[in-house]
């Protein structure tokens, strides 16, 4: 027996689109007009609005900014670093330009010293990108951690766990735990055309938690002459290892 509903919104009468199944709406719209309609006024200019807070963009980005903590002397020393390094990088050429215009960026490669002109700041020359990225690859470490427990402390593993996000080791979220970080880093060895093996050797490296791995960035934590050192002890230690 089919069963025929009426719509408690616009009163069409409507077929279920399976069977044994109860529907009040023949369709989403009905069911959006069926829902109370409750208002609030604006926390900035006080106009009656639907939405949670503001009536618009610009009463909340007006709200915001005039209850905005002020700036510490930190942060306005780094804000102005910033636009002053961008003053210099900047190249705008208005002299004998009449008309709309495009702001260009001097870039220096920091591999080839190609001085070259973009749209944006841009550390590396086009024509080097994708040579970077089969370094950064070559530089990857391809060794297991329990493979020398002589030589890693797993303690602060077992402490913090590895980090991973929801898509990373079975669905498991841990922000706060524990990723492998290249001593030298990837971008200096790139720079100065330190052979890959040296920068995936694992005396390059070092378990670090990985918040304080994205604050290093690409900075060194040690020399290459302290890796240096470090390697020889590391194959003195395990002389049957083949990278």
Not at 72 to 101: C, H, M, V
Not at 109 to 125: E, R, V
Request: proline share 5%.
């Amino acid at each position: 027996m089919t069963v025929i509903f009426t719509c408690e919104q616009c009163s069409i009468k409507f077929f279920p689109s399976r069977t044994g199944q109860v529907r009040r709406f023949c369709g989403t719209e009905c069911a959006k007009k069926s829902r109370p309609c409750k208002t609030t006024h604006c926390l900035q200019c006080n106009t009656v609005t639907f939405n949670p807070k503001f009536c618009s963009k610009s009463c909340a980005a007006t709200h915001s900014n005039l209850n905005r903590a002020p700036m510490t002397e930190r942060q306005k020393q780094a804000i102005s670093k910033t636009l002053k390094a961008r003053k210099k990088r900047k190249a705008t050429w208005k002299d004998n330009i009449f008309g709309p215009y495009t702001i260009a960026y001097r870039n220096v490669c920091c591999k080839t010293g190609l001085i070259f002109y973009a749209k944006t700041w841009q550390k590396y020359h086009p024509s080097v990108i994708a040579d970077k990225k089969h370094y950064a690859v070559l530089c990857k470490f391809r060794f297991s951690i329990g493979q020398f427990p002589l030589w890693f402390d797993g303690k602060i593993i077992l402490d913090h766990g590895w980090y991973s996000t929801p898509g990373s080791r079975k669905g498991v979220k841990n922000l706060n735990g524990v990723s492998r970080d290249h001593r030298i880093s990837v971008d200096y060895g790139y720079q100065h055309g330190i052979d890959p093996q040296i920068i995936q050797h694992p005396a390059n490296c070092h378990l670090v938690l990985h918040t304080e791995n994205q604050r290093k960035n690409t900075k060194c934590s040690i020399t290459i002459e302290k890796l240096m050192d470090d390697i020889s002890a590391f194959d003195a230690l395990y002389p049957k290892w083949h990278k």
